[in-house]
C-alpha cells in the first residue's frame, strides 16, 4: 500500500502541482527497464519512430492537397470559376478555352512537385530502411532505421553516422570520450569532443552495457542544435544517482563518429523529433517585389475585365430596348430563357460577358514566371566566374523565386569576420604585463619560410615578471577546447610539419584558438594533449607538466569569454580566463591594466582581432564552493543556461590580468574592389559585426568601405556618457543635414567640397536608440532621426552587435518609409538571424559552419562573388522578368481589345470574334516560348560591361521598369495596336458583293466575307504583330532566337492550313474549313497584313527612337557606344579584307 501511495504521490506532484515544470521533459527508459519498485512511477510515453518524413505529400493525398494549394493562388482559383460559369450557364465561347490552358497550367505545375516530391520519398526511403545495429538482451542485432525507439541502447561503429538523437553512454576510448564531425549538420569539419556519462564510461562490454539500470530526464525536442538540458538518474542498490547531462554528451543525427573504434548510446528523440528534422522547417515565404506588382497589375486587368462586361451588359439591354432590336435568332435561347426576370438575364449576360473577355488575365503567365525563374536560376549555378577551386565549391540557389530581386537591392548588410575577412587567423604578438612577443609568419598552424628566429621586443623582464610570463603562456596552452591530432592530415588537408620533425596538428572549431596554441607553440610552450583529463604541456626545458582539468566554463556570445579551473601537480588550484577586452578588464582587480589596455587599443586600430587574458588562484575552499554552484546549476532541468551564467559571473571574478594576444584575421580576396563597386551602383554598405569598434573601424578603411576623407560621425557609449544621446543624436543631424542641404541647393559645386559621412554606433547605444527609456520625453522620435543620419551617410558601421541586433538593424531599415530592398550576407551562425529577416539572405561558404548557407536564399563561396551575383544576373534578371510581365499584359490586351469591339458590330450578341482553337492556343502554343526563351538569355548589355561599370544598376533601381507610366504605357499601345487590327481588317471588308454562286465576297480584296474570316485576319496580324515586337525589344540574338521566334509564327500558319484543310470528324461544327487558304489566296490581304502589322509597331519604334535621342538612359548610351564599336570593327575588318583583295590582285 505505501508503494502505491508513494507512487501517486510522484504521480500528483508530477502532472497536477508542479505540472508547469513537467510539460515541457520527457522521461526516457534505457533499454526499456522499469525503474527500482518504489523509485519512481513507471509511466510509459508514446514516442513517434525513426521514420524521417522529409515528403509532402503521400500517394492517397497528393491530388486532393496539390489541388488546394493550386487553387489557392488567386488567378487560379479565378480561371476555375470562369470554367465552371462556362459548364453552368450558355456562354458563347466552349469550356474548352478555360478549361485547357487551366489544365495546362495546373497538370504542369503539379507534375513538377510531384516529381520534386517522389525525389524526396525516395531519399526518405533510402534514409529510413538503412541498417542499424540494437543492442537487445545482451546482444547486438540489426535492424532498420525506422524500427528504432527511444530508449533503445544503440553500437554505432567508426565513420558511421548516428541514426538518431542519441545520449552517449560509453567508447571504446578509456576516458568515455567519442570525436565527431558534424559536417552534414552545420558544415563544420572539424572533430568536436563529446562525453559519455560518468557513471556509465567504463561499461565497454555488451553484457556490462546491457546492465545499465538508469532512467533519463530531458527536455522536449528543441530545433536548437547547440542546446541540450537534461539528467541521468543511475539507480545503484536500487538508490538513483544524478548526473546532468548537455550538448556535450548529446550524438545528433547526422553526424558522424570519427576517431573513436565504436560507442554505445541511447536513442533520446527519434524520427520527426530529432533536431535535425526540426531544422527542416520551410522558411517564411518572401515575395519579390516583381510580385507585388504583378498582383496590382492583376487588380487593375480584373476591373477592367469587369467594367468592359459591365458596360456591354448594360449596352446590350440598351440595344434591345427597341422592339425591332430583340434577342437574335441565332443565340438558340428557348422561350422560357427568353421570359426571364430580367435581372438574372442581365447577371447571366454580365456572367457570359466576363467569360468572353477573361483571356485579359493572363493565367500562362503564372508558369512562365514559374518556369523563367526556375530554369533561370541555374545561370547562377552554372557560373564558372563563381566557382572556387580552393572550397570546390559553386554558388547555391536554395530559392528561385528572388532572383530579380537580386537586381534590385538598395541596402547591403553585411557581417566581418569570415565575409569580409577571410577567417584564417595568423598569430601576430602577445603582451605580458607590457612586454611584447613577436612570433613572425605563423598562420594556422604553418610556419612560414624564413621563420626561424624569434623576433621578440623589449625582452628584459625580472624574475616576477618572468614567473607572469610563464604563466600567460601556460593560460593559454590550457585554456581552449582545442584538440590534438597525431596524424599528417586532418579530412584530406595537410596541416604542415615543423622543422621536419613528427609532430601533432591542432583542431578546433575556433580557428583562433589554433592561431594562439600554435602561436604558444612557437614561443616555446607546446600543448600536448588531454588524456584521463589531464592535460600535458611541454615547457621550455622540454620538460612535460600535467594539469588536471576540472571544470570548463564554455565561450558563449553573451559573455565573451571562457574559462578552465586546472590543477598543477603541485596541487595548486587556478581558474584561467581569456575574451574580450570588454568582458575581461571590469573583472579584473589588480595587473597591470593600463599598459595592456593601451596595446590592445593600440592593436585594434591596426585591425588585430585581441583577446585579453587573466587568472584568478582558487583555495580549496573556493574550489569547493565553485563545484557547489556549478553542479546546482547544471543539474537543473528548468532555465539552466541562466543559472549557469549565473553561476559563471559569480565564478569569473576578482581576476589577475596576465597580458593580451593579437592575431590578424586578413582581408578576403577583391573585398574592397567590391564594396566600391556596390558603393558605385547606388547600394548603401552597412557592416555589422560583434567585434570591437577599433577593429571593425581599421578593417572598414581596409575593404575601402571608409575612405580617409571620409569624415567619421561616432554614435557610441563612450560618446553618449558624456553628453545626452538626445544632445548627440541632435548634433549628428545638423551636420549631416547642413551638408546635404547645401549640397542640394548648390549641385554645381565643385565634387571637393562634397564631404562623405560614415557613422560608427555601438550595440549599447544602438539599444538605446530602438527602445528609449520611459523617463525621456524626447524619446519618440530618436529612432526617425537616426534613420535620417543613416539615409546621409555613405556607409555605416554596428559593431560590438548581439546576432538579434543585427535583425533588428535590417528590420529598421526594411520597415522604413522608403520601404528599400534590403540584402543580407554573412557566413555564421550569428548571422541567420539578418539573413531570415532581409529581402535577400545570402549565406558565404566559410569557417563558421553552414547554418548561414542553410538558411540563406542563395549561397556563394566568397564575399568578391556578390559583385557578379548582383550587378550581372540580378540586372539580366530584372529586365528579363519585367519585360516578360509587360509583354505578357500587352499581348493579352491586343488579343481580347478587338473581341470588345466587336460586340458593338454584333448587336452585344458575346459573339466570339476567334475560333476555340485560336482562343485557346494563343497563350499556351502561338505566343509562350519566345518570351519564355527571351526571359531566358536576353542581355541587353554585355555582360563584361555590367561588371565594369555599375553605375548601370542605378537604371533599374527602384523597380524601375514596372512602375506605373510604363505599365500605363504598355496598356496603351496594346489598346493601339487592337484599334488599328480590328478597324484595319473591318475597312477592308467594307464593300461587299454577291459572287455568281450566292457567296458574299469583298470587292477590295475578294475574299469570303464572314465573320470567322473577318476574325481569322485580325488574329493573323494579332500573332505577328506581338511577335515581332519580342523580335524588335530583342538585343541578344541567338540561333536559338531564330528558332524560337522564327518556329512559332510557322507553327501558327501550319496550325492554321491543318485546322481549316482538313475536316475533323471529332468536331460538331467545320466553320474554319478552307477559310485560312482562302484568305492567304488574296493579294490584297496579304498587302492589308502586311500594312496592317507595320502601322501596329510603328508608335513604338517612334517612340524608343526619338526618346533614345532626346533623353538617353546610361544603358542606352552604352548600347549606342556597343553598336557604334562593333560597326567600326566589322568594316575594319571588311576593308582590310579588300585591302588584302587588292594586293593579291596586283600581285598576279
Given at each position: 500500500?505505501g ?51 522529409s ?51 495546373i ?41 528504432l ?22 567508447s ?17 569539419s ?7 556519462v ?36 543511475i ?19 547526422g ?114 514566371v ?23 565549391e ?25 565575409t ?62 582545442v ?12 596541416q ?103 596595446r590592445v ?46 553561476a ?17 584575421d ?63 543624436l ?12 547645401g549640397?542640394?541647393?548648390?549641385m ?41 543620419i ?30 528599400p ?6 557566413d ?12 535577400v ?45 509587360q ?61 565594369k ?120 461544327y ?53 553598336d ?9 575588318c ?15
Amino acid at each position: 500500500m505505501g508503494m502505491d501511495l508513494s507512487t501517486l504521490r510522484t504521480l500528483i506532484s508530477r502532472y497536477c502541482v508542479g505540472e508547469e515544470n513537467w510539460v515541457d521533459s520527457r522521461t526516457v527508459y534505457i533499454g526499456h527497464k522499469e525503474p527500482p519498485p518504489g523509485a519512481e512511477a513507471f509511466i510509459q510515453q508514446r514516442f513517434p519512430d525513426n521514420r524521417i518524413v522529409s515528403s509532402k505529400y503521400t500517394f492517397w493525398n497528393f491530388i486532393p492537397k496539390n489541388m488546394f494549394e493550386q487553387f489557392r493562388r488567386i488567378a487560379n482559383f479565378y480561371f476555375l470559376i470562369i470554367f465552371l460559369v462556362q459548364l453552368i450557364i450558355d456562354t458563347p465561347t466552349s469550356p474548352i478555352t478555360s478549361g485547357l490552358p487551366l489544365f495546362f497550367v495546373i497538370t504542369v505545375t503539379a507534375i513538377k512537385q510531384g516529381y520534386e516530391d517522389w525525389l524526396r520519398h525516395k531519399a526518405d526511403n533510402a534514409v529510413n530502411q538503412c541498417p542499424v545495429h540494437v543492442l537487445q538482451h545482451g546482444k547486438v542485432i540489426r535492424k532498420q532505421s525506422r524500427k528504432l525507439r527511444v530508449g533503445d541502447i544503440v553500437f554505432v561503429k567508426e565513420d558511421e553516422s548516428f541514426p538518431c538523437d542519441l545520449i552517449l553512454l560509453s567508447s571504446s576510448r578509456d576516458d568515455g570520450t567519442c570525436y565527431v564531425t558534424t559536417a552534414s549538420l552545420d558544415g563544420e569539419s572539424s572533430h568536436k569532443t563529446y562525453y559519455a556519462v560518468q557513471d556509465t564510461k567504463a561499461y565497454n562490454a555488451e553484457k556490462e552495457v546491457d546492465s545499465i539500470h538508469a532512467t533519463i530526464e530531458c527536455e522536449q525536442p528543441q530545433p536548437d542544435l547547440y542546446k541540450f538540458v537534461g539528467r541521468i538518474n543511475i539507480y545503484m542498490n536500487n538508490e538513483p544517482v544524478a548526473r546532468p547531462l548537455g550538448s556535450e554528451n548529446l550524438l545528433l543525427r547526422g553526424a558522424t563518429l570519427k576517431n573513436t573504434e565504436y560507442i554505445y548510446a541511447v536513442a533520446i528523440y527519434t524520427g520527426m523529433e530529432t533536431k535535425m528534422a526540426l531544422n527542416y522547417q520551410t522558411k517564411s515565404q518572401k515575395r519579390s517585389a516583381v510580385e507585388k506588382s504583378m498582383n496590382a497589375y492583376l487588380v487593375v486587368y480584373l476591373c477592367i475585365l469587369i467594367s468592359k462586361a459591365f458596360i456591354n451588359t448594360v449596352l446590350k439591354y440598351a440595344w434591345q430596348s427597341d422592339p425591332i432590336r430583340d434577342e437574335p435568332w441565332y443565340d438558340q435561347r428557348t422561350e422560357a430563357e427568353r421570359e426571364r426576370h430580367i435581372l438574372i438575364r442581365a447577371f447571366t449576360d454580365f456572367l457570359a460577358f466576363m467569360v468572353l473577355f477573361n483571356y485579359i488575365i493572363p493565367v500562362s503567365m503564372y508558369v512562365t514566371v514559374e518556369m523563367q525563374k526556375f530554369l533561370g536560376s541555374y545561370f547562377i549555378m552554372w557560373d564558372d566566374e563563381m566557382f572556387d577551386p580552393e572550397l570546390g565549391e559553386r554558388a547555391v540557389v536554395n530559392t528561385s523565386d528572388l532572383n530579380e530581386e537580386l537586381g534590385q537591392v538598395e541596402y547591403v548588410f553585411t557581417d566581418k569576420t569570415g565575409t569580409l575577412t577571410e577567417n584564417n587567423m595568423e598569430f601576430i604578438e602577445c603582451c605580458v604585463d607590457g612586454h611584447v612577443y613577436v612570433a613572425q609568419a605563423i598562420c594556422n598552424g604553418q610556419v612560414m619560410p624564413g621563420a626561424d628566429t624569434m623576433d621578440m621586443i623589449d625582452t628584459s623582464p625580472g624574475p616576477e615578471a618572468r614567473e607572469h610570463e610563464e604563466l600567460f603562456f601556460r593560460a593559454l596552452c590550457l585554456c581552449h577546447t582545442v584538440q590534438v591530432k597525431e596524424e599528417e592530415t586532418v579530412d584530406g588537408i595537410k596541416q604542415g610539419i615543423h622543422h621536419g620533425k613528427s609532430t601533432s596538428f591542432y583542431i578546433s572549431s575556433s580557428p583562433d584558438e589554433v592561431a594562439l596554441v600554435e602561436g604558444m607553440k612557437r614561443l616555446g610552450f607546446t600543448y600536448l594533449r588531454l588524456k584521463d583529463s589531464h592535460m600535458e604541456i611541454l615547457n621550455r626545458e622540454e620538460e612535460i607538466e600535467r594539469f588536471e582539468l576540472l571544470e570548463v566554463l564554455t565561450f558563449d556570445s553573451v559573455r565573451r569569454r571562457m574559462s578552465v579551473i586546472v590543477r598543477a601537480s603541485t596541487g595548486e588550484l587556478y581558474l584561467f580566463c581569456k575574451g574580450a577586452d570588454s568582458s575581461i578588464f571590469p573583472r579584473v582587480i589588480s595587473g597591470k591594466v593600463d599598459q595592456v589596455r593601451a596595446r590592445v587599443e593600440h592593436n585594434a586600430v591596426e585591425g588585430l582581432r585581441t583577446l585579453c587574458v587573466a587568472y584568478r588562484p582558487l583555495s580549496p575552499a573556493q574550489y569547493q564552493e565553485v563545484c557547489l554552484l556549478l553542479s546546482g546549476a547544471k543539474l537543473a532541468l528548468q532555465d539552466r543556461d541562466k543559472r549557469l551564467a549565473e553561476a559563471y559571473d559569480m565564478i569569473e571574478k576578482d581576476l589577475i590580468l596576465l597580458g593580451a594576444t593579437a592575431v590578424e584575421d586578413r582581408l578576403q580576396e577583391k573585398a574592397a574592389d567590391t564594396i566600391e563597386s556596390l558603393h558605385k551602383a547606388g547600394m548603401k554598405v552597412w557592416v555589422l559585426t560583434g567585434d570591437k569598434m577599433e577593429t571593425a573601424a581599421a578593417t572598414c578603411y581596409a575593404s575601402k568601405l571608409f575612405h580617409r576623407n571620409t569624415q567619421i560621425l561616432e554614435l557610441t557609449t563612450k560618446r553618449t556618457e558624456e553628453q545626452s544621446l538626445h544632445d548627440v543624436l541632435f548634433d549628428l543631424s545638423r551636420t549631416v543635414l547642413r551638408q546635404h542641404g547645401g549640397m542640394s541647393r548648390d549641385m554645381s559645386g565643385l565634387s571637393s567640397d562634397y564631404v562623405d559621412y560614415g557613422l560608427i554606433i555601438d550595440g549599447a547605444t544602438l539599444s538605446t536608440v530602438m527602445k528609449p527609456s520611459q523617463e525621456d520625453s524626447n524619446s519618440g522620435n530618436y529612432k526617425e532621426i537616426f534613420l535620417e543620419i543613416c539615409r546621409n551617410c555613405s556607409a555605416v558601421l554596428c559593431c560590438r552587435m548581439a546576432p538579434l541586433q543585427k535583425a533588428q538593424v535590417v528590420k529598421l531599415i526594411k520597415t522604413s518609409k522608403e520601404h528599400p530592398i534590403t540584402l543580407a550576407v554573412g557566413d555564421g551562425a550569428n548571422d541567420v538571424s539578418m539573413i531570415l529577416e532581409a529581402h535577400v539572405g545570402i549565406g558565404i561558404m566559410g569557417k563558421e559552419g553552414r547554418q548561414a548557407v542553410r538558411n540563406s536564399d542563395y549561397a556563394i563561396p566568397k564575399f568578391k562573388h556578390l559583385k557578379k551575383i548582383l550587378l550581372v544576373h540580378g540586372h539580366y534578371y530584372y529586365i528579363r522578368i519585367s519585360e516578360l510581365v509587360q509583354y505578357f499584359f500587352y499581348k493579352n490586351v491586343c488579343f481580347i481589345f478587338p473581341q470588345f469591339l466587336y460586340q458593338f458590330f454584333c448587336g452585344f450578341s458575346q459573339q466570339p470574334l476567334y475560333d476555340t482553337a485560336y482562343l485557346t492556343l494563343y497563350n499556351i502554343s502561338f505566343t509562350s516560348l519566345p518570351i519564355l526563351l527571351y526571359s531566358l538569355i536576353e542581355q541587353h548589355i554585355n555582360m563584361d560591361i555590367l561588371k565594369k561599370d555599375p553605375c548601370l544598376y542605378r537604371d533599374i533601381a527602384k523597380n524601375s521598369l514596372l512602375r506605373w507610366p510604363i505599365f500605363i504605357y504598355w496598356t496603351v499601345l496594346g489598346v493601339y495596336d487592337a484599334i488599328v487590327m480590328f478597324f484595319g481588317a473591318y475597312f477592308l471588308f467594307d464593300n461587299t458583293t454577291f459572287t455568281s454562286n450566292g457567296q458574299l465576297m469583298t470587292t477590295n480584296t475578294q475574299m469570303m466575307f464572314g465573320n470567322w474570316t473577318f476574325g481569322t485576319l485580325v488574329f493573323t496580324v494579332l500573332v505577328f504583330t506581338v511577335t515581332f515586337k519580342l523580335a524588335l525589344d530583342t538585343h541578344y540574338w541567338t540561333w536559338i532566337n531564330h528558332f524560337v521566334i522564327w518556329g512559332s509564327l510557322i507553327f501558327f500558319v501550319v496550325f492554321s492550313l491543318l485546322w481549316g484543310g482538313i475536316i475533323w470528324p471529332f468536331l460538331n461544327y467545320q466553320r474554319m474549313y478552307y477559310v485560312f487558304m482562302q484568305m492567304l489566296s488574296s493579294g490584297p490581304a496579304w498587302l492589308s497584313i502586311v500594312l496592317l502589322i507595320t502601322a501596329s509597331l510603328l508608335p513604338d519604334v517612334l517612340q524608343k527612337v526619338i526618346w533614345r535621342a532626346l533623353w538617353p538612359t546610361t544603358t542606352e548610351r552604352i548600347q549606342h557606344v556597343t553598336d557604334n564599336r562593333v560597326y567600326e570593327e566589322a568594316e575594319a575588318c571588311l576593308s582590310s579584307d579588300s585591302l588584302l583583295g587588292g594586293l593579291a590582285v596586283t600581285q598576279a
